[in-house]
């Protein structure tokens, strides 16, 4: 059991960067692959990010493939979401979820187990 944690959104010009942190419970946390989704208003939750439980290998969707990057600090129990060149329509709910390292989530979200209770994120124009 893992207890997700975000943090980090807030509003920001179009072209700027944040930063989203996703603090975990447990000591277990080197254990779990971790993901990055958003959700707009009315829509699924899509897949941004994916890092393996070592950081040893990410994967991206198209959308985000170079403005986006995955990190995460073992030690802290922290994910991160590294987002430059922000455009308005990055404009969402952010999440981040966990999946145990025996089996690797995809981009669906029900392969992830535990989830975040999300963190908003602006983009102005």
């Known amino acids: 059991q893992v207890q997700l944690v975000e943090s980090g959104g807030g509003l920001v010009q179009a072209g700027g960067s944040l930063r989203l942190s996703c603090a975990a419970s447990g000591r277990t946390f080197s254990t779990y692959v971790m993901g990055w989704f958003r959700q707009f208003p009315g829509k699924e939750r899509e897949f941004l990010a994916r890092i393996t439980w070592s950081g040893s290998s990410t994967y991206f969707d198209d959308s985000v493939m170079g403005r986006f990057t995955i990190s995460r600090d073992n030690a802290k129990n922290t994910a991160y979401l590294q987002m430059n060149s922000l455009k308005p329509e990055d404009t969402a709910v952010y999440y981040c979820?966990?999946?145990?390292?025996?089996?690797?989530?995809?981009?669906?979200?029900?392969?992830?187990?535990?989830w975040g209770q999300g963190t908003q994120v602006t983009v102005s124009s």
């Open positions: 979820a966990a999946a145990p390292s025996d089996r690797l989530p995809d981009w669906r979200p029900n392969t992830y187990d535990f």
